[in-house]
């Protein structure tokens, strides 16, 4: 068995915000969710994703996500997220880490996802290869403050622990 001396640890850290409009699917870690407003963005919008992608690539060192998919380029253009995670995935496994854990903030008044919770980690499971128990979502409102109060926008914070043997 294994101990904390044979181990390398690594955190990183990952943020999103996207307008939310009329015309747009609302899609939070692969999921859609059922709102009349959406999630404005070069690809899917979904920040859940961006913010965890952000995240794995930080702790490892890789860069963020602009740097590989940006915002320019057409041909991430209505891309799903699900893309930019398997990359990063792929990127931290070429240097040896994996995921340990996430934990993560969706940061929205509108609608209420506490019933969409369970199926988010489940996909976000499916993708990662890791056990649902060892993802963390969390659901917070604004109080009705600024944008995101108003419902004129929503953001996610990701923080993501890899391992990787020392």
């Not at 409102?141 to 108003?150: A, N, P």
């Not at 926008?153 to 923080?159: D, K, R, Y």
Request: proline share 1%.
């Amino acid at each position: 068995k294994k101990t904390s001396m044979n181990m390398e640890f690594r955190v990183g850290i990952g943020y999103d915000v996207h307008a939310l409009e009329n015309g747009y699917d609302l899609i939070i870690g692969g999921v859609n969710i059922d709102f009349s407003k959406g999630s404005k963005g070069h690809s899917d919008g979904d920040a859940l994703m961006h913010s965890i992608v952000d995240a794995i690539l930080g702790g490892a060192c890789l860069g963020d996500i602009g740097e590989y998919f940006p915002s320019q380029d057409k041909r991430w253009e209505n891309s799903s997220s699900d893309t930019f995670l398997k990359f990063a995935l792929k990127k931290v496994r070429k240097k040896g880490y994996k995921i340990n854990n996430i934990d993560s903030n969706i940061i929205i008044q509108r609608p209420k996802i506490a019933i969409y919770k369970s199926k988010i980690r489940k996909n976000l499971s499916k993708i990662i290869g890791i056990g649902e128990d060892r993802i963390s979502i969390k659901a917070k409102t604004e109080d009705y403050l600024g944008y995101i109060g108003s419902s004129s926008g929503w953001s996610c914070q990701s923080i993501v622990t890899l391992i990787k043997d020392a």
